[in-house]
């Protein structure tokens, strides 16, 4: 294929696109465009030895690559040292906050660092301290702070 003046066989256009896939999930990480560089790369490999490289050998090597590292990473979780640091209810569990409206009918407010969260529980006046027990959405569970 020739572009201007510059000519590459099909093969350094996958390869390409493998290169380009490849950084893009590093820009953009998903642990999904990989696969697909992975398939772009084979797909290169196999125009390159065999001099066959159609779009329909990409689409198969990229769905066999895809449900692969879907099966691995299923087999082989990604842990993490903090599970907790995007879910900022659970991050709040087992923290000491302030009544800032009556936890009435098990219905109230707590202020959490310089923000008010909804909180249910048992009835609580304002300015008494409360310990979160768990959330349920946006909204806290608390219970009686003893300590």
Known sequence: ??????????????????????????VMPGVFLIWLGAAAALTGI????????????????????????????????????????????ARLIGQTVLVVEAID??????KVGDGVWLATGPDAVVGSRVKVVGADGSRLKVEPFSG
């Open 105 to 110: 009918g098990g219905h109230g407010r707590v």
């Open 46 to 89: 196999i125009t390159l030895t065999l001099g066959i490289g159609t779009p329909a050998i990409f689409a198969v090597a990229g769905i066999v690559a895809v449900y692969a590292g879907r099966t691995w990473l299923k087999r082989h979780p990604i842990t993490s040292s903090d599970p907790d640091l995007n879910d900022r209810t």
């Open 1 to 26: 294929m020739q572009i201007g003046p510059i000519y590459f066989e099909a093969q350094w256009w996958w390869l390409i696109l493998a290169i380009i896939l490849g950084i893009a999930e590093m």
